[in-house]
């Protein structure tokens, strides 16, 4: 069973909508990660939180806020989406670099897919 | 700009069977080479992992042969399994010591029995 838990599994959310997807992770963790995956694409990196920070935003369109209210918790907040948005969300965790022993190993979880009508 | 190029899309393998999966960088700083399996409907998880320091890591029955003046690394699935059947990435940091990853385009494996 995956350590990073995503929240909902499945959401269907209408253009003038507001949602939020939720992570959570109990490893310890100090850095954060929300990646989207279309079908048959590789992963691509969104946003990288470090110590609760927002450290990466790959310039990805305001109408995707994050948030990390603690070191456990990451959230992704939705507004005013796209049908071209609809993918796999997914979230991870991994050590912080730099520290004794990282193996840089990302830990992600199954993923919240996200449904724009 | 495409940094890590991965081949092929897609894998037919016998049971029993070796699976080659190969990748090729550009960035000479990147200093770790992961793979990640992927099954349907679930998230990416780490499979084997390298550094440019050595040449070849095995565990188990997957191999990470990396050759650092060709620039190029690659997965060996050795007696390969319908269990198998996944998604492969291969993937690079996005910066010396970085932990956000560069993630190649993704082989769907297929081990029939």
């Known amino acids: 069973d995956t350590e990073v838990t995503q929240t909902p599994k499945h959401l269907v959310m209408g253009m003038t909508n507001k949602k939020s997807l939720k992570c959570e992770q109990h490893?310890?963790?100090?850095?954060m990660y929300w990646y989207k995956q279309k079908a048959k694409k590789p992963p691509e990196l969104m946003f990288v939180y470090s110590y609760e920070k927002l450290s990466i935003n790959e310039s990805v369109p305001s109408r995707f806020s994050p948030e990390c209210p603690n070191s456990s918790l990451l959230n992704l907040h939705l507004h005013a989406l796209q049908p071209e948005d609809s993918a796999l969300y997914l979230c991870?965790?991994?050590?912080?670099?730099?520290?004794?022993?990282?193996?840089?190993?990302?830990?992600f979880g199954e993923g919240s897919r996200l449904t724009v009508l | 700009q495409q940094q890590v190029k991965q081949s092929p899309q897609s894998l037919i393998v016998q049971k029993g069977g070796i699976s080659i999966i190969n990748c090729a960088y550009e960035?000479?700083?990147?200093?770790?080479f992961p793979w990640y399996q992927q099954f349907p409907g679930k998230g990416p998880a780490l499979l084997i992992a390298i550094r440019p320091d050595v040449s070849e890591k095995k565990e188990g029955r997957f191999t990470i042969s990396f050759n650092k003046s060709a620039k190029q690394f690659s997965l060996h699935i050795m007696d390969s399994q319908p269990g198998d059947s996944a998604t492969y990435f291969c993937a690079a940091p996005k910066g010396p010591g970085a932990n956000n990853l560069f993630f190649g385009t993704g082989t769907r494996l297929t081990v029939i029995p």
């Open positions: 960035n000479t700083a990147f200093d770790y």
């Open positions: 991870a965790s991994s050590q912080v670099l730099g520290r004794r022993g990282n193996t840089g190993e990302l830990f």
């Open positions: 490893m310890g963790h100090r850095a």
